[in-house]
């Protein structure tokens, strides 16, 4: 059985699942009308649906996490180093 972690931003609800190799995310006003699906392997974001750029706040949120989430910010401004969370601490 899955079973999440969730935990939201300001603007979105951020999922992942126990076992590491998926997530989702979704606004919290708009719904899934902005929300998509997040892909994992090892630690490491390597896929993501629903939006053309993941929104910064998921992105920030899953390296609070300590996921390797470089796949997904194409932000360009300097994101803050991780926070040196292993992955699977949040599990």
């Known amino acids: ?3 999440y972690k969730i ?3 300001e ?3 951020v999922a992942l699942n126990n076992k590491g190799d ?3 995310f979704e606004h919290l006003e708009f719904g899934d009308m902005q929300s998509g699906g997040l892909w994992f392997d090892n630690g490491e974001l390597y896929d993501y649906d629903g939006v053309y750029e993941l929104p910064k706040e998921v992105v ?3 390296k609070n996490r300590g996921v ?3 796949y997904g910010d194409t932000h360009e401004e ?3 180093a991780l ?3 292993h992955f699977n601490d949040w599990q």
């Open 1 to 3: 059985m899955n079973t």
């Open 7 to 9: 935990t939201k931003t």
């Open 11 to 13: 603007n979105y609800e």
């Open 22 to 24: 998926y997530g989702y």
């Open 60 to 62: 920030q949120e899953l």
């Open 68 to 70: 390797d989430a470089s």
């Open 78 to 80: 300097d994101s803050p």
């Open 83 to 85: 926070s040196g969370r």
